[in-house]
């Protein structure tokens, strides 16, 4: 087997995302399996990852059309799953805020909807990818109309999602100390996002030969793409494991508690002046 770039670059996916699906699991185990709690797509981008890695090495053998096929589907799936990890883990941010408030601004309906629009995203990005439309004549890669499309969502999204965080920064008293390092995660976790989808969006607007899904910079690729993905993946886990598993009881009590903490301190405030 004669590797090239890409050979070797699979080889350090599988490096680091193989112990990640454990690990994965692990957190999982300790939050919940719950789509909405973002865990598990940590799981599943982890066995994406390996799964593609794997079909790569294997098409140096055995360059059959199914596996190429295959090489081509899992590579193109990145963002959704690294979009639905930050996602779930905003919602938690929003469940402490919500149950601060008598009148919560964001219900969890409209998280759902932001959900389905990554997932609408995902399946437009692998249409895109098996489309005929998108195999020009020598055989490169042409991105097809309903790709653009896919990648707008992808963009729609993360502004989005970034909004709400902004808007959250607002009521952080409504966080437990215990749960204070989400307020760091997320910007972290949304700055390497959106390097994610920076590389994305130029593969698919510009795509030449440094930006290209398929035949583009191995280098680019691996700097703002799948570095990012390890970031992500790797941040998720530790806090999965940092974070205590938390009920909504458990969310109730704890916010009966900061408000009574901010009554007394306002009434040992109010007596002293």
């Not at 972290?188 to 910079?217: Q, W």
Request: hydrophobic share 55%.
């Amino acid at each position: 087997m004669h590797l090239d770039k890409h050979g070797y670059v699979s080889i350090v996916e599988l490096i680091v995302f193989i112990p990640c699906i454990p690990l994965g699991i692990a957190v999982c185990l300790r939050h919940g399996f719950k789509r909405t709690s973002g865990w598990i797509f940590v799981v599943i981008l982890s066995v994406i990852r390996t799964a593609g890695a794997v079909c790569q090495l294997l098409t140096y053998d055995h360059p059959t059309e199914g596996l190429i096929k295959a090489t081509l589907i899992l590579d193109s799936i990145g963002i959704a799953p690294l979009m639905l990890t930050v996602l779930g883990v905003l919602a938690r941010l929003i469940q402490w805020i919500n149950a601060s408030m008598q009148n919560p601004r964001i219900n969890s309906k409209f998280l759902r909807i932001i959900q389905l629009v990554i997932g609408i995203s995902l399946i437009l990005g692998i249409l895109g990818v098996t489309s005929p439309k998108s195999q020009a004549a020598n055989g490169t890669f042409t991105p097809p109309a309903i790709s653009k499309i896919g990648i707008l969502l992808n963009i729609l999204v993360f502004i989005v999602l970034t909004i709400i965080f902004i808007l959250s920064l607002l009521h952080g008293s409504a966080l437990p100390a215990s749960e204070r390092s989400l307020r760091i995660y997320i910007p972290v976790a949304l700055a390497a996002i959106f390097i994610r989808l920076l590389y994305a969006t130029l593969c698919i607007f510009v795509h030449n030969t440094t930006f290209s899904l398929f035949n583009g910079s191995v280098t680019a690729n691996v700097l703002m793409a799948i570095v990012e993905e390890f970031f992500v993946v790797i941040i998720t886990i530790a806090l999965g494991f940092k974070l205590e598993r938390v009920s909504e009881e458990d969310v109730e009590r704890v916010v009966v508690e900061l408000n009574q903490k901010d009554a007394g301190s306002g009434g040992q405030l109010s007596q002293s002046i």
